[in-house]
């Protein structure tokens, strides 16, 4: 479980610092994640954008160098969750019901991968969140994504 104060309006944290440490966290929790290497850069209201370092040990074709396609899919999803997360509607927890991934090119080898995603709505029980992903040319996408992801809320407070 997260560790999320349950309360927007702590004091002890700003709430932009409190979704950046929840997002950490909810990363830091997910071994392929960090097998991936991938870090949280950015937190907002519902959004999150994790990098991936190039790595050799990613690659799915020697000949070209090109990261394999299904790190991309486990940044993309990760990228994803994070920003469901990070919603101001507090989530505690989220998986993944549909990912679909559009992928537009091969990323450059010796780059690494940045995806940037937002949650975009919100129902009882499910959120609904876009993504791309680039490597060093940002205007010009890896790969997009759209996907449906379950909500844990807190319970009321009785």
């Known amino acids: 479980m997260i560790d999320a104060d349950p309360d927007p309006t702590t004091p002890d944290d700003s709430t932009a610092e409190r979704r950046q ?8 929790m997910i071994p392929h994640a960090r097998a991936l ?3 949280v850069t950015e937190v907002g209201a519902g959004t999150a954008t994790v990098s991936m370092p190039y790595d050799d040990r990613l690659i799915g074709d020697p000949k070209t160098g ?21 919603h101001p509607t507090q989530a505690l927890g989220t998986a993944t019901i549909d ?16 995806a940037r995603a937002t949650c975009y709505h919100v129902t009882r029980s499910v959120a609904f969140v876009r993504a791309t992903a680039h490597d060093d ?16 809320r807190p319970r009321p407070k009785s």
Request: charged share 10%.
């Open 37 to 39: 290497g991938m870090t």
């Open 21 to 28: 440490k929840i997002a950490a966290q909810f990363i830091a």
């Open 66 to 86: 090109v990261i394999a396609g299904g790190a991309v899919s486990a940044l993309m999803d990760t990228c994803c969750g994070a920003a469901v997360i990070a």
């Open 99 to 114: 990912l679909r991934i559009d992928y537009m090119r091969p990323a450059t080898p010796g780059q690494g991968i940045t």
């Open 137 to 152: 040319d940002a205007g010009n996408p890896v790969a997009c994504a759209t996907g449906a992801f379950t909500l844990e």
